[in-house]
T-cell receptor
């Protein structure tokens, strides 16, 4: 089946540093990718949408200079949390539009970010 | 994209069928219904999707009403490992962000021994 590999699965970083999260589709090409964050006991909150080769579109209230998204190819997207602060601690999940399931989403396994 | 509403929680006895409803009364004619589930601290897992016909795969069955305003996900023989949050979303089957969907709160299914 279709797989999206997301790394790292968890990361602890110091306040003020940057963290890069990578999502890679292993067996399909994705023109469109999405990034979510999820707080405990809450649903997924869409942060941004990216299309290969173009700038990401951010949801209202999401700082584009803080959450840098690079959709480098049809199989790779990265999210960089810059100058991380404790309030950025969350569960970050990527998803890709997957033609194999009639353009439904295939999700990565998520990254638990803890900023100390 | 149309929004969906789901009951916040449901219980099911192990080995019994779990029927999870979803209301999508404002669905458009070209929008599919997709179901996902999320086990704690993991990314959501795709389960099944459909447009208007009932669908079945190795994981579940999807029943869509004739007017397409609601659907039911059926786990025929629930196991403890099916305990998760289940989300239904509707989305245009298109390979761009024009079909982005928002996730509601889903249904927390608890399968009990």
């Amino acid at each position: 089946g279709a797989v999206v590999s997301q790394h790292p699965s968890w990361v602890i970083c110091k306040s003020g540093t940057s963290v890069k999260i990578e999502c890679r589709s292993l067996d399909f090409q994705a023109t469109t990718m999405f990034w979510y964050r999820q707080f405990p006991k809450q649903s997924l909150m869409l942060m941004a949408t990216s299309n290969e080769g173009s700038k990401a579109t951010y949801e209202q209230g999401v700082e584009k200079d803080k959450f840098l998204i690079n959709h480098a190819s049809l199989t790779l997207s990265t999210l960089t949390v810059t100058s991380a602060h404790p309030e950025d601690s969350s569960f970050y999940i990527c998803s890709m539009v997957n033609p194999i399931i009639t353009y439904g989403y295939t999700f990565g396994s998520g990254t638990r970010l803890t900023v100390v | 994209d149309a929004k969906t509403t789901q009951p916040p929680s449901m219980d099911c006895a192990e080995g019994r069928a779990a029927n999870l409803p979803c209301n999508h009364s404002t669905i458009s004619g070209n929008e599919y219904v997709y179901w996902y589930r999320q086990i704690h601290s993991q990314g959501p897992q795709y389960i099944i999707h459909g447009l208007k016909n009932n669908e079945t795969n190795e994981m579940a069955s999807l029943i869509i009403t004739e007017d397409r305003k609601s659907s039911t996900l059926i786990l025929p023989h629930a196991t403890l490992r099916d305990t998760a949050v289940y989300y239904c979303i509707v989305r245009v089957a298109i390979n761009t962000n024009a079909g982005k969907s928002t996730f509601g709160d889903g249904t927390t299914l608890t399968v009990k021994p």
